[in-house]
């Protein structure tokens, strides 16, 4: 049985605005009536005070009401994480956040392992959260007393499979445009000016370094930038 969201994190709260239990109710009867991203990130700015609330209050309450809303299914809770990345993804730049949602995920499931295991994968696959991420999870002081437990293993092999399919997928295509490179040169040599020919070399040692730079962007998830230098 999960954890109840707010159970513990409520008490002695000093009074103020709306307590994170009420709000949290208000949220899970907007995500169960399946509500836009845009409500919910209405209601967040409205009432979550990362003053009084805490700085992780607005992260903690959505996730949080959406692992509760889905805890009947994985469908379930994959599809509300669907309708609600844009309000997730917008909080989970810095891998701190990135940490912060493994910790919630794995507090609210600790007594599923398989839960806390297939979860983690899929935010992994959402987007959500990055490998470097995963592995700050794993090696931080609270976790690391528990890493006998083969769940831990099972979310690292995971967290390394992703990362080295993403370097294996960009490898081909940075080797499919060289390729192409070489094929240019082989079909159109005596055809093109020796201007036209460096045009064309330069043009594809771009989208090779385009494309090695996605390979790094998509490991570290960082912005792409754009244009040649």
Known sequence: IPCVPWQSQTSGQAAGPKPLNELSADLLRMINQRLSADDVETLLDTHVDPKHHGGWARLDLLFLTILHAGRQSYSHVLSFLTTYKPCLKAMVHQIEAQVQLLRLLHEYWKNSPQHRWILTDKLQAFNLVTSKAVVAFIFEEATVPK?????????????????????????????????????IMENEDGDLSESSMETQKNKMERRIKRKSTDCVAARLRLPRHTGDR
């Open 147 to 183: 890493l006998h437990m083969p769940t831990y293993h099972l979310i690292m092999r995971n967290a390394l499979h992703r990362s080295l399919q993403t370097t294996r997928s960009v490898e081909v295509a940075i080797q499919k445009t060289r390729d192409e490179i070489e094929r």
